[in-house]
Every structure is written in structure tokens, then in C-alpha cells.
């Protein structure tokens, strides 16, 4: 399973400013819809760690990661 299967990421779109850093750091699993807005691309193969930090990196919080088993948020850390 790959790992992103294990994550439930939530882009808030309001929230985004479509920089497009997330893209840079993990650039198979965002990319930029039409509207310039961030969103997940399917079929990731990056690591959890690679998209922990590009949701961490994001200047603006707008990307939202929770663990699919435990619920837990990960990002952005309370
Ligand atoms: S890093 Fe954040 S603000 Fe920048 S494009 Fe990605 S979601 Fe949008």
C-alpha cells in the first residue's frame, strides 16, 4: 500500500495562495488545478515523509493531514 493510502489530506482551498510550494516538495502528489489552487494528484508513490514536510512547508496551513488509522492530525501540529 502506498503511503499516501495511509493519509487523509484536506486542502483548504480558501485557504491556499497557489504558490505552489507544495508542488516543488512533492511534486507526485500536488499539483495546481485550473483555478491555480492546490490539489492531490492520484496515485502518489511519495513518501510519507516527503508529503508531511510539503504539508508542513505550506505558507499558509492550507493543506491538512490526518493519519487514516488513528484519526490523528499531523499536520499542521497543534
Ligand atoms: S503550499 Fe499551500 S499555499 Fe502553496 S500551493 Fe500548496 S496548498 Fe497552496
Do not use: H, Q, W, Y
Request: charged letters at 35%; a negative charge; one cysteine or more.
Amino acid at each position: 500500500m502506498a503511503d499516501i493510502d495511509k493519509l487523509k489530506i484536506t486542502i483548504i482551498r480558501d485557504e491556499c495562495i497557489g504558490d505552489g510550494a507544495c508542488c516543488d516538495d512533492a511534486p507526485n502528489t500536488f499539483e495546481l488545478d485550473d483555478d491555480g489552487i492546490a490539489v492531490c494528484k492520484a496515485g502518489s508513490t511519495d513518501s510519507r515523509d516527503t508529503i508531511l514536510e510539503a504539508a508542513r512547508n505550506c505558507p499558509t496551513d492550507a493543506i491538512v493531514v490526518e493519519d487514516v488509522d488513528t484519526g490523528e492530525k499531523l499536520v499542521p501540529e497543534g
